[in-house]
């Protein structure tokens, strides 16, 4: 086995991480479902037959090296462009290289290639003058052409595991050993260093290298939690705030108030603002699901996250985390209600799809001079009702239970008390959704 990442010349002043580019696939860490014997890529790689190929996922997964390797064992010439350094000359080019000599194509943040530039890619892989592997970080679906799509095989990298991330950084430490520097970390600190980097290698590469450089040779660098943490407070925040990552953790988090988990919304939180994550998107965020999760069940929530949406605006991090946690465990630890989500997306689908109902003539509007002959009258005002309500037609065309049904259960909730309330008044039961819609 070489090293890590690729068989390029070595030289001092290489990243760690670029020194360890693997040679073939067997020498790369982690993505065994995508890699591993017997997968797809794996038989097309026997094949001679790659095709087109789409990496997708977040940086420091290998998209680049697991490119390179597959271009090693194929045994093409392999050919990288980048949106940010290469045109249409450059794609024509390498096609007419291509017809002479079998190539691999490798298009580095394919998304950033313009749609014209896509389209020659395209041609490429159609006309079979090549075989292309583009890498991208963000979701193929959203931000490339629906024809290259349609034509290429998409293999989403996910991140590393604890374990595969420890056994990058034990290769690494191998690596500087073997060129002089012994590098000595605890166990706690290399597994610290394997988890805070999330699954991406060359992040955790790129703290090792920080912690090792600057250090003379034949003497071991005997590393401190002073030194590891230094490196940190140094290295960039892994958090993408316009990528498919951000997506992924928001959804967790909203789903973590909905199922409600407080562990898992304190953590989801904490990631986001870790993250640097603007605190008025979160309580946006909080807010919207007051309302569609809790809603009827606790009207209290609503009024929670908004005032979580003031005060942040007023306060910054660090403070503003304490706020978004009290709203966040709000939601999380209120009982739940759909009604109103489910209700007027029920709602809006019927005025979506159906003919517009008349407004009943005791229903119109009866401020006017002449509308009484008009026949606009009969309309009995609920508060003349002893009751505060009177028995008359709303939406002739709308069954009742067609778009609110209650979610009350047993808590004692305000839409419960709610329905004992009306169930009594009108001596009728309010439509339930989990009692048969009664």
């Not at 977040?58 to 064992?73: Q, V």
């Not at 597994?191 to 991406?200: E, L, N, P, V």
């Not at 978004?324 to 630890?333: E, G, I, K, P």
Request: hydrophobic share 40%.
């Amino acid at each position: 086995m070489t090293d890590l990442f690729d068989a390029a010349p070595r030289t001092g002043s290489m990243p760690l991480a670029a020194e360890l580019r693997p040679a073939t696939l067997d020498d790369v860490i982690g993505q065994e479902k995508i890699i591993g014997e017997g997968t797809m890529l794996r038989r097309r790689i026997v094949a001679g037959r790659l095709g087109s190929i789409i990496l997708y996922g977040p940086p420091g997964l290998g998209k680049t090296s697991i490119a390179r390797a597959i271009g090693n064992m194929l045994g093409k010439n392999f050919r990288p462009l980048h949106a940010a350094h290469n045109n249409v000359a450059d794609i024509r080019k390498i096609a007419d290289e291509a017809r002479m000599r079998p190539t691999l194509l490798f298009a580095d943040e394919v998304h950033r290639f313009s749609a014209t530039q896509q389209d020659h890619l395209l041609a490429l892989c159609e006309e079979g003058v090549a075989d292309f592997i583009g890498a991208t970080t963000g979701n193929p679906y959203h931000t490339l052409t629906p024809a290259l799509i349609s034509r290429s095989t998409i293999l989403k990298l996910e991140p590393l595991t604890l374990e595969e991330m420890e056994e990058v950084v034990q290769r690494g430490l191998a690596h500087l050993a073997a060129r002089g520097l012994e590098v000595r970390l605890e166990p706690a600190q290399l597994r610290r260093i394997a988890g805070r980097s999330g699954g991406d290698a060359r992040r955790a590469l790129t703290v090792l290298e920080s912690l090792a450089v600057g250090h003379a040779p034949g003497k071991p660098v005997l590393i401190t939690e002073a030194m590891v943490e230094e490196a940190y407070a140094a290295a960039p925040v892994n958090h993408d705030r316009s990528g498919d990552a951000h997506y992924d953790v928001v959804s967790a988090f909203v789903k973590s108030m909905r199922g409600s988990d407080p562990d898992a919304t304190l953590y989801w939180l904490a990631r986001l603002i870790h993250g640097g994550e603007d605190p008025r998107y979160i309580a946006r965020r909080i807010m919207i699901h007051a309302s569609e999760d809790v809603g009827l069940a606790d009207n209290t929530a609503l009024q929670t996250a908004v005032a979580a949406l003031h005060a942040v605006e007023k306060i910054g991090y660090p403070e503003a985390q304490i706020i978004l946690a009290h709203a966040a465990l709000h939601v999380a630890r209120a009982p739940k209600s759909n009604s109103a989500c489910r209700g007027i997306s029920l709602a809006m689908a019927h005025v979506a799809s159906e003919a517009p109902s008349a407004v009943p003539m005791h229903l119109r509007d009866a401020h006017y001079k002449g509308a009484a002959a008009l026949g606009h009258v009969g309309y009995a005002f609920p508060h003349d009702d002893g009751r505060g309500w009177s028995e008359q037609v709303y939406a002739p065309d709308v069954s009742r239970g067609s778009f609110y049904q209650s979610d009350a259960r047993d808590a004692a909730t305000f839409e419960r008390r709610a329905d004992e309330h009306w169930d009594q008044v009108t001596g009728r039961a309010t439509p339930r959704r989990f009692d048969g819609g009664r």
